[in-house]
């Protein structure tokens, strides 16, 4: 039989001091962590803003803070390059992007999610397994595709092959499993066909997700810069990135201030389609989470 401990043989207590620092320790350390990962990801982001309000006698290098601020800089920015022509641009090829991969990506993660049909499980898995070629690998075919459909040298042609994307598929497949499959149930007892229920119960449930997709979208074809540099030749048809492409080798040059103030130019579309939809985006991100 064993005996039982005694007295001495008990675990010392810690100190009420001990156990409070212990607590206070956890959330300074997670909150440094936060600190730290916020100024790396918006440390140059605020850099490019001050660099490109610099005035034109300021050394971009002294100091933090610009001592003449000016948005002369922007102005100037606009008048070295059609600016508004390359936003122009972009935003055709972005609408197009989100309104493609919302129609066919929400019909291809339906599909993939609810429909039983023969087959679904191999579609599935040669799309996941398209995820892991980068696009460089099939950037070559994609050209001689768009090459030999005409659309060289047009919009149409930077469109197309983004128009529908397998992640964005993936996204809504998530989303769709996540409604239960009660709602369904209750809404074909109603009379409801396919594709009432598809726009009228699955939809309406599936808005964070194509928050997602939207935002997603946007940032790929407003982002996109090499395979806008393959397929167009003339200026009058590039997009933005092309665009500060051509101001970073005009003769203004070298001037790092109208850089940074293209460079914010084509930011600020991004960040405000963001926080004009980041409720939905992060409602989205957990809807995604629940059922894969």
Sequence with gaps: MSTPPSPGDEPPRRSGAAVRRRRWLGPAARYATLLLMLVVMLGPIVWQFLTSIRGRTENVYDGVLPSQPTLDNYVR????????????????????????????AAMGGYALSRAAWKGRRAVFTVLVAT????????????????REMGLVDTLIGVWLPGAVSVLNIMIMRAAFL????????????????????????????????????????????????????LVLTNSDHYTLQLGLKTLAGATTVNDQRLIAAGAMAALLPMMLLFFALQRFFFKGVGEGAVKT
């Design 178 to 229: 996540a409604v239960p499959k009660e709602v369904e149930e209750a809404a074909v007892l109603d009379g409801a066909g396919e594709w009432t229920r598809f726009t009228r119960v699955f939809l309406p449930a599936a808005k964070g997700a194509l928050a997602v997709v939207c935002i997603t979208s946007f940032m790929g074809a407003w982002d996109d810069f090499l395979w806008p540099l």
């Design 131 to 146: 995820l892991m070629f980068p696009f460089e690998s099939v950037m070559i075919s994609m050209f001689l595709t768009v």
């Design 77 to 104: 920015v606009a008048e070295s390059f059609p600016l508004l022509q390359y936003v122009g641009n972009t935003l055709t090829v972005a609408v197009l992007a989100i309104t493609s991969n919302l129609l066919f």
